[in-house]
């Protein structure tokens, strides 16, 4: 296919290890509270998950940070809480608090939810309507989470700072948590299968909470799991990358490049370039890693943390990215300032 040239979508090209001599940018969560135009359609619609199943809502957030600032990637609208959603827990996205999973699955497994795969329909409506919308030279990217931090929204019924009660869990009942965990991974190939059928490009494996684990269950729930989704996808569609993002993962990032199988490797802002440069396959593309809150911060200081991630990586494919969501009160003139820097730099 002609449109799916590498050379003509450098963030692509770049994911299939092609370094590119201006790197190629994109910012996780660029769809989103930061955006005034955002901010509108979401006082209009009244809270995320009305804009997230309106297909046609949900493709113009995607556009939005497309059209204001040309990312060379754009990412689907939607969130890693649509798979326990799928799979028949109640979500609510309450204002200021954070989302909401019930029932919790700590003392219930998974008996009694009624699985509901219907609920993702809407979400591969916005990415058939996206890949029609896209700039010629933007690569489209799916994403989903990984079945841990998936997991841990799925137990607790709702985010938590140290992700206890499905550690605890974990070690107490692993026959039964290993279900859950096999259940997510198998809608997860599921739903990112359907998103690459419908257009999406590449996809991106969101683990944010990979940091919690000890290594050997590490191995277990963060590594065992993406490699048979990873691999899955290879299968099904072997020109697609999977990028993994095991955020907070540290020493263990050589052993996820190494036994997951993930085609690229995201990197968070605790991550230091040159260590990963020197520790990772030397081939493989990777994403990463400034710090949101440099791009808070704005000016020179903003330049130089750009500066010393693009030089670290530049001898190898990289795709510039922060090293996890970008904030609500980020200014647009430093998202702005940012990409000017990140394309006159080489
Ligand atoms: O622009 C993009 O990156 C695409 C959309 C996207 C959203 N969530 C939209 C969203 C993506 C990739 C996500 C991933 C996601 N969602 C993660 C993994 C990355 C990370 O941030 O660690 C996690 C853990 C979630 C779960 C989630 N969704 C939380 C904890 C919250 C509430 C807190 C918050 O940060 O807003 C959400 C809601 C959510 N997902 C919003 C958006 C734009 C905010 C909705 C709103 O209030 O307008």
């Known amino acids: ?35 005034p135009e955002y901010r509108t359609l979401r ?47 109640a979500l609510s996205f309450g204002a200021g608090e954070g989302p909401a999973l019930t029932p919790a699955l700590v003392d219930h497994a998974l008996t009694g939810l009624q699985p509901a795969p219907e609920r ?15 700039p010629a030279g933007t690569t489209f990217l799916g994403f989903a989470g990984s079945p841990w931090t998936v997991a841990t929204y799925m137990v607790a019924g709702h ?63 963060v590594i065992a799991p993406t490699a048979r989704i990873v691999a899955a996808l290879h299968d099904r569609h072997p020109d697609v990358p999977v990028i993994g993002f095991p955020k907070g993962a540290g020493g263990k990032l050589p ?43 704005g000016g020179d200081s903003l330049d130089a943390a750009a500066t010393r991630i693009l030089e670290a990586f530049a001898d190898r494919p990289h795709i510039f990215n922060l090293g996890h969501g970008i904030l609500p009160d980020t200014p647009i003139a430093h998202v702005e300032r940012l990409l000017a820097h990140v394309r006159r730099a080489r």
């Open 1 to 35: 296919m002609a449109t799916s040239l590498p050379a003509s979508k450098p963030l692509l090209a770049t994911l299939k290890g092609v370094r590119q001599p201006i790197a190629p940018i994109w910012l996780m969560r660029q769809a989103g509270r930061y955006l």
């Open 43 to 89: 006082a209009e619609k009244g809270g995320f998950l009305a804009l997230a199943t309106d297909s046609e809502t949900a493709a113009e957030i995607t556009m939005q940070p497309i059209r204001r600032f040309g990312f060379d990637g754009a990412i689907l609208f939607s969130d890693i809480l649509m798979v326990p959603w799928a799979l028949g827990q």
């Open 120 to 134: 993702l329909d809407p979400v591969y409506a916005t990415v058939a309507r996206v890949a029609g919308m896209l």
């Open 159 to 221: 985010g938590s700072r140290d992700q206890g009660e499905t550690r605890r869990f974990a070690y107490a009942d692993p026959r039964a948590f290993g279900e859950i965990i096999d259940a997510i991974a198998d809608s997860t190939i599921t739903y990112l299968s359907r998103q690459i059928e419908e257009g999406v490009e590449a996809v991106q494996l969101f683990d944010s909470w990979s940091g919690s684990l000890s290594p050997a269950q590490f191995e277990r729930w």
């Open 255 to 297: 052993a996820y490049a190494r036994e997951t199988g993930a085609d690229a490797i995201g990197l968070d802002e605790t991550v230091d370039p040159a260590w990963a440069h020197a520790s990772l396959p030397a081939d493989m593309p990777v994403q990463g890693n400034l710090d949101p809150l440099a791009l808070i911060a």
